[in-house]
């Protein structure tokens, strides 16, 4: 590890460092991200060694000390200037965020945004102890103490809102955080870590990127109280067996074959439009993107053509380019499986809505598709593409279209449309998901818990049980005579 110093000159596009201990750091090998709308190499990011994970982890040791005493509303405090500080940076993190991530600038700015507004909104939630019984001869207090020292493991689909979603509870709770981004996008990561070193103390908020090797250090290391874990079920699974052997808390976020169910009295042109909206948003590549479309049968067809039309206007293309709405697909890796469901379409003899073909052309573009009635057991209806391709499918009875959108091992989100507000909440109080929405999808809140059902996690993020999730929780029995 080489150290350079001062983190004063903040430079959004230039120089990409781990921060540890209060200093940015380099080491000595580095490797590069990949501008996925042109396969273009991106600026060189350190690979941090297993030395960068204890120095990290002693570094943020140190700080516990000091941090967990200092009062919760001077750590509320810092999180709210720090998201001042970002807010300044707003479009140049967007640029940044479009360059490695791919998305659109507009929802890249969106993203930025979002994170401040969770960085305020979580330092807004009031976390006093409670008096929960109280009479003349005692009192019990419950109160939440802080657990030590916590690693926030970030996916590559949102970087910059997921860091902030995990930044701001650790250290509001009076725990320093070590954020490691995906391999696939470090860069706004690393630079959130180096803005963090001018309002919080050294060691409190550190960032460090590596190669595949990184998360398994930092999951087994003996170290850290806790793993705050986004990204697949697949690598949720590993995380968990690892931090196991020393007991780690873990909070995992997973993914999600999200169903929304279209009930036959809806707004067919309104409601396919915002169907397509949140199932291509992104690419299709958000955990709680729109999965799985049942639509009532009464007025299938018509859904099918509105939906279809509305697919066709949206717009695939490189991020910075006017009007786009699908950037690329963000790796090579989640493209190449997102084109194992465009070869299943022939195999599986799959009917084609709209879509079904790409382009060969640099960058990781995907056309945005709909399979028209797949078999409830296929693929497209079973497993998570993380990529702009969606089953259409059909629903008569309401315990049946229950059945089938319950009959998944995940359990992120879900939706119901329906302009007869009793059937909705009937429906919606069915399904099992962490989330449920009746006309619309999507929409989260930083006051709200954010978790998933069956293997879409354990535990939830965010709100004040998010900020319990960074605690133990400590029951004071106070009698009032010795
Ligand atoms: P991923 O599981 O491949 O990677 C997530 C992070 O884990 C990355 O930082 C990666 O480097 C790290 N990692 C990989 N192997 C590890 C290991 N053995 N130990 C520790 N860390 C390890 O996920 P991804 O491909 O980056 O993201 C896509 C997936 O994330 C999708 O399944 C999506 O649904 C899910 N997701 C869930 C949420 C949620 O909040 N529930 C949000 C976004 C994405």
Request: charged share 25%.
């Amino acid at each position: 590890m080489g150290s350079l110093g001062s983190t004063k000159d903040f430079d959004v596009f230039n120089g990409f460092y781990n921060t540890i201990n209060g200093k940015l750091t380099t080491t000595e090998k580095t490797r590069h991200g990949t501008n996925p709308a042109t396969g273009k190499p991106l600026a060189e990011v350190p690979v941090s060694t297993q030395q960068d994970v204890d120095d990290a982890v002693a570094a943020a040791k140190a700080a516990f000390k000091t941090w967990s005493k200092v009062p919760l509303a001077d750590r509320q405090k810092a999180v709210k200037d720090f998201a001042d500080g970002l807010e300044k940076y707003v479009p140049e993190f967007g640029k940044l965020l479009t360059s490695e991530q791919g998305k659109p600038n507009q929802f890249a700015v969106g993203e930025i945004q979002t994170g401040v507004h969770w960085l305020r909104a979580l330092a807004d939630i009031k976390f006093d102890e409670q008096v929960v019984q109280e009479d003349d001869d005692k009192q019990v207090i419950v109160r939440y103490t802080p657990l030590g020292v916590t690693v926030g493991i970030v996916p590559w689909n949102f970087p910059v809102h997921l860091a902030c979603g995990k930044i701001a509870p650790s250290v509001i709770t009076g725990n320093p955080i070590i954020i490691k981004p995906s391999p696939f996008t470090p860069y706004c990561d690393l630079k959130l870590g180096e803005l963090a070193q001018q309002y919080f103390p050294p060691g409190v908020v550190q960032v460090l990127s590596g190669d595949d090797n990184l998360g398994p250090w930092l999951t087994a290391h003996p170290g850290p109280d806790k793993i705050s874990f986004t990204g697949s079920t697949f690598t949720g699974k590993k995380v968990m067996e690892s931090a196991s052997k020393t007991l780690k808390r873990v909070t995992l976020e997973l993914g999600g074959k999200d169903p929304a169910i279209i009930c036959k009295d809806v707004d067919i042109a309104t409601v396919a439009q915002k169907i397509g909206t949140l199932a291509f948003l992104n690419s299709g590549q958000i955990c709680l993107a729109i999965k799985r479309i049942y639509v009532h049968e009464d007025i299938y067809e018509k859904f099918r053509e509105a939906i279809v039309a509305f697919t066709k206007t949206l717009k695939v293309g490189e991020g910075n380019e006017e009007g786009v709405f699908l950037g690329p697909i963000q790796n090579s890796m989640q493209y190449e499986k997102v084109k194992t469901f465009f070869s299943d379409i022939e195999k599986e003899k799959w009917n084609v809505a709209v879509g079904g073909k790409n382009e060969d052309k640099p960058g990781y573009f995907i056309t945005p598709t709909i399979i028209d009635k797949p078999a409830d057991d296929s693929r497209i209806v079973t497993e998570e593409p993380f990529g702009p391709i969606v089953p259409l499918l059909t629903w008569k009875d309401e315990d049946d279209v229950i059945a089938r959108a319950n009959n998944t091992k995940m359990g992120l989100g879900a939706s119901v449309w329906s302009n007869d507000l009793e059937q909705a909440s009937r429906l919606a109080r069915q399904l099992e998901a962490g989330s449920v929405w009746v006309n619309t999808h999507l929409e989260v809140d930083p006051n709200a818990p954010f978790g998933g059902h069956k293997e879409s996690g354990v535990g939830s993020e965010w709100s004040i049980s998010g900020l319990r999730s960074f605690c133990n929780s400590q029951t004071l029995y106070l009698k009032k005579r010795a």
